[in-house]
């Protein structure tokens, strides 16, 4: 618990001593954005099982800046000031299981099995020296969310075993997810070849899918910082979204960050609202510690992430829980 008191400390305190700059906003960057992500225990150079969180898979499209309707762009300069602003829409499916997935009947003690499917649209707005952001996400857990039919396909296509107890998993449920965060770009170092930054972020989430907030803050090194408020991640987790505009011909950096979540509520864990069904008892202090790199060339961006997180719920075995992240994006 001491790394996420001092990581929210961090995360607090630079986000206010973060003073508006006075440099003038870019010419607007026209280029829309495609990306796809994968988040997963096979993404990593590490012999990692299926258990916990499993998989997340993301496609995503991010307009131009000042492409968004203009009750919104009125909305989000009034709310934030002056700057450019995206719309991003996005569709993505999370995949949990228990780590029994040898039996059809795990342990109640051990996470339920859930698939959870979201569509999320969001407001980007991008100031001189900080990112906001304003989701709104609609989809579905359970069935419908087909986590059973992608995962056992998947294991088809590569020859591994079926996964068993999706029978347990929780019933069909209607989600609304509001999201809203703020990132800091913070240069912390200059004079030399090499660029350094920090990144302080903090989100707060509400609806029937997860109830939490979250403070972190991530350091890189590289050339191009400016480029983009960091890698994009699938929530809950620190995230730069997917818009970037390459400011060099090659752009990079090497990054590593931390991030503390006070969490109320998820249903993946808590079990359905109005049926009964599985859950396990939430931790409500979670932390997780990343590290990985950013490649942008030709309108290209390819991004990877190694995560650990510490445990989420009462009973949850195997140390902390790892996964990796990768993310390409294209500018059109």
């Known amino acids: 618990m001491r790394v996420i008191a001092t990581t929210a400390f961090l995360g607090l305190a630079l986000a206010a001593a973060a003073q508006p700059s006075r440099a003038q906003l870019p010419p607007p960057d026209p280029a829309s954005i495609w990306t796809l992500q994968d988040e997963n225990a096979s993404v990593t150079t590490s012999n990692l099982p299926d258990r916990y969180y499993t998989n997340g898979i993301r496609l995503g499209w991010t307009s131009g800046e000042d492409g968004a309707p203009a009750f919104l762009d009125n909305f989000g300069q009034t709310l934030w000031g002056e700057g450019r602003q995206r719309i991003a829409i996005d569709f993505s499916q999370q995949i949990y299981n228990p780590s029994d997935t040898l039996t059809t009947y795990p342990p109640l003690t051990d996470r339920p099995y859930a698939g959870v499917l979201l569509g999320t649209v969001s407001l980007i707005h991008d100031g001189t020296d900080a990112r906001t952001v304003l989701g709104l996400g609609i989809g579905d857990v359970g069935p419908s969310a087909l986590g059973e039919q992608v995962q056992n396909g998947f294991h088809s296509m590569i020859g591994q075993k079926h996964t068993d107890g999706w029978d347990t998993q929780l019933h069909d449920e209607p989600l609304i997810q509001i999201t809203a965060g703020r990132t800091w770009r913070l240069p912390i170092g200059g004079g030399s070849a090499l660029e350094t930054d920090a990144l302080p972020e903090i989100t707060a989430a509400a609806g029937t899918l997860r109830i939490y907030g979250q403070t972190g803050i991530t350091l890189r090194l590289g050339q191009g910082l400016d480029?983009?408020?960091?890698?994009?991640?699938?929530?809950?987790?620190?995230?730069?979204?997917?818009?970037?505009?390459?400011?060099?011909?090659?752009?990079?950096?090497?990054?590593?960050?931390?991030?503390?979540?006070?969490?109320?509520?998820?249903?993946?864990?808590?079990?359905?609202?109005?049926?009964?069904?599985?859950?396990?008892?939430?931790?409500?202090?979670?932390?997780?510690?990343?590290?990985?790199?950013a490649l942008m060339a030709y309108g290209v961006r390819l991004t990877y992430t190694h995560v650990f997180q510490t445990q989420e719920f009462q009973h949850q075995t195997g140390g902390l829980h790892q996964f990796g992240s990768l993310a390409l994006s294209v500018r059109f």
């Open 227 to 293: 480029s983009d408020y960091g890698v994009p991640r699938i929530l809950p987790g620190l995230t730069g979204t997917d818009a970037f505009r390459p400011t060099r011909p090659f752009a990079w950096y090497v990054f590593a960050g931390a991030d503390g979540q006070a969490v109320a509520y998820d249903v993946t864990l808590n079990g359905n609202t109005w049926q009964n069904s599985r859950s396990v008892t939430v931790i409500p202090l979670v932390a997780e510690a990343q590290a990985g790199f």
